[in-house]
Structure formats: structure tokens, C-alpha cells
């Protein structure tokens, strides 16, 4: 018997992340997408539509809570890198599979947990899709690499 590969459906309207499998919803989490709309413009700081995979899983064996600088842990004691948007937890690195999205990457487009949990099922992010860390920590043990993601409105 051949299993289905999870999919990660995302909805802007909803401000809802589903982990599908067919037609059955595995787990389903509310999330934050950007405060300032819809789009893949370099530098724009929106959150991009259509389908992607994600090309990296970052953070598998860290704390909950560990602040990620340019992907890397920071340690407990380390200065926090500054602004007060922090990437938490875990990144799952989105990478854009059509011709409108292809800069997903190099934007540096995440699933990663955050500081701003109060805000989550809004739209507050930087572009990123937001979670709660414990939520993005479940999430992140069910999927494998290049898991199929779409963003829909």
C-alpha cells in the first residue's frame, strides 16, 4: 500500500495552515500571513501565492523558543538579533515552484514559529507565514522535505 505524501495547504482568508492528506485534513492550525498583502515582489515584504515545497527543514533538534539568526540557533544567553520580529522554533524553508514565485527562496520566505503569538489569525507577518511554536513544532515532525505547500487566497 503507497501512502500520500502530505500537502500543506494555506489559506490567506482564513488565516488557516491545513496538513492534508487527499481529501483529509491531518491537523489543522491558525497562522499569520503579511500585514502587507499578497505578492512576490523582491523586497516587498508580502506573502507569496501558489504552489511551493519546502526546500529546507531548519531546527529539528532545538529547544522550543530558540531564536534563529540567518537560520542558525542563537544561543540561550546570545544578544537577540535586533527588530522584534523573531523567527522561533523552527523554519520550514519555502521554495517556489512556478515562474511567479520562483524568488520565494532568495526572499527568504519561511513557515516559522514566532514571538508575536497574540497575533496569530491575523495578518502581521513580514511576509513569512507565522505559527505558534508548538503548533509549528507538531507540524514540522509531520512533514518530510519538499512537501508540497500552496498558498491560496
Avoid at 533538534?61 to 535586533?82: H, K, N
Wanted: aromatic share 6%; proline share 6%; charged share 25%.
Amino acid at each position: 500500500m503507497q501512502t500520500t505524501q502530505p500537502t500543506i495547504r494555506v489559506s490567506v482568508r482564513d488565516q488557516r495552515l491545513d496538513l492534508v492528506s487527499g481529501e483529509r485534513v491531518l491537523a489543522s492550525y491558525p497562522i499569520s500571513t503579511s500585514r502587507y498583502g499578497l505578492g512576490s515582489e523582491a523586497g516587498s515584504l508580502k506573502t507569496p501565492l501558489g504552489k511551493f515545497k519546502i526546500a529546507e527543514k531548519i531546527g529539528a533538534d532545538v529547544p522550543r523558543g530558540t531564536v534563529f539568526r540567518s537560520r542558525i540557533p542563537l544561543a540561550p544567553d546570545a544578544a537577540l538579533p535586533p527588530g522584534d520580529d523573531l523567527v522561533l522554533s523552527r523554519i520550514l524553508w519555502l521554495d517556489g515552484l512556478e515562474e511567479h514565485n520562483a524568488n520565494t527562496r532568495d526572499r527568504f520566505i519561511y513557515i516559522h514559529g514566532t514571538n508575536h503569538e497574540e497575533a496569530i489569525g491575523t495578518q502581521a507577518s513580514h511576509g513569512c507565514i507565522r505559527m505558534k511554536n508548538d503548533d509549528l513544532i507538531a507540524l514540522f515532525d509531520q512533514v518530510p522535505l519538499s512537501a508540497e505547500v500552496i498558498i491560496e487566497t
